[in-house]
Each structure stands twice: as structure tokens, then as C-alpha cells.
């Protein structure tokens, strides 16, 4: 029994049935809301409360993939291959002249693959 109901029936309220069937889903409605805002914030110091375990790990999950995005991720990876002695190389295979041309005008170096099929390579700084 519900303790609305309970305090109904102990103070010798009538109310009616249908009434009682209201309050009892609305009183269930307003715990439901508030578990949830309870889990965000905490009334009585009214800071943020923790995050549950599956919140943490989208979060860390989300971080991770804007990280391995990142420029700084790439510089990083480069600088670390430059210290070991690597020589790193940006490449791109072109079908047509006009793009070997292009390239080769941007400093790229240009091997032969097949027919019509050329590998570009320029050293990174």
C-alpha cells in the first residue's frame, strides 16, 4: 500500500477512488522526475552529483575519438618518428597527368606504378 493511501485511510479522509488512483500515479510520476534531476544535482550542496558508470565511458569513449582526430595527436606521432630517425612521407596516387603535374609542382617526387598509375610522395618538414 502506498503511503498516500495509507495517510488517507489513517486520518479518516474520503476520497474517492478515482481521485485516489490520480494522486497515487502522479505521486509516482513526480518521484520518477525527480530520481532523475537527483542524479544530475544535489539539493543539499547543489553541485553536480556523479555520473553512472556507462555516462563516464560515452564521455571517455568521445574524448578519445576527438584525440586520435587531433592535430596535436599528429604532430606528436611525427615529432616521435623524426627523433628515431624515420623519414615520414606524405603520398598520394595519381591516374592523370594533370594531377602529376600539379603535384610535382608542389615538390612531391614521383614514382612510376603501371600504366597511367604514379605514386607522389613528398618528405614532411
Request: with cysteine; charged share 35%.
Given at each position: 500500500m502506498?503511503?498516500?493511501e495509507?495517510?488517507?485511510?489513517?486520518?479518516?479522509?474520503?476520497?474517492?477512488?478515482?481521485?485516489l488512483v490520480?494522486w497515487s500515479?502522479?505521486?509516482?510520476?513526480?518521484r520518477?522526475?525527480?530520481s532523475?534531476?537527483?542524479?544530475?544535482?544535489n539539493?543539499?550542496?547543489?553541485t553536480?552529483?556523479?555520473?553512472?558508470p556507462?555516462?563516464?565511458?560515452?564521455k571517455?569513449?568521445?574524448?578519445?575519438?576527438?584525440?586520435i582526430?587531433?592535430?596535436e595527436l599528429?604532430?606528436?606521432?611525427?615529432?616521435m618518428l623524426?627523433?628515431?630517425?624515420n623519414?615520414?612521407?606524405?603520398?598520394?596516387?595519381v591516374?592523370?597527368?594533370?594531377?602529376?603535374i600539379?603535384?610535382?609542382n608542389?615538390?612531391?617526387?614521383?614514382?612510376?606504378?603501371?600504366?597511367?598509375?604514379w605514386?607522389?610522395r613528398?618528405k614532411?618538414?
Open positions: 502506498w503511503a498516500f495509507e495517510y488517507c485511510l489513517s486520518n479518516s479522509h474520503k476520497i474517492s477512488p478515482v481521485d490520480y500515479r502522479r505521486v509516482e510520476e513526480l520518477e522526475i525527480y532523475h534531476r537527483e542524479k544530475y544535482l539539493p543539499i550542496s547543489g553536480q552529483s556523479r555520473a553512472s556507462e555516462e563516464i565511458d560515452q571517455i569513449e568521445a574524448k578519445l575519438k576527438e584525440f582526430q587531433s592535430q599528429k604532430e606528436a606521432f611525427l615529432k623524426k627523433e628515431n630517425g623519414e615520414t612521407y606524405e603520398s598520394k596516387i591516374t592523370s597527368e594533370e594531377e602529376l600539379q603535384l610535382s608542389k615538390g612531391y617526387e614521383c614514382q612510376i606504378m603501371g600504366t597511367n598509375k605514386l607522389m613528398k614532411y618538414n
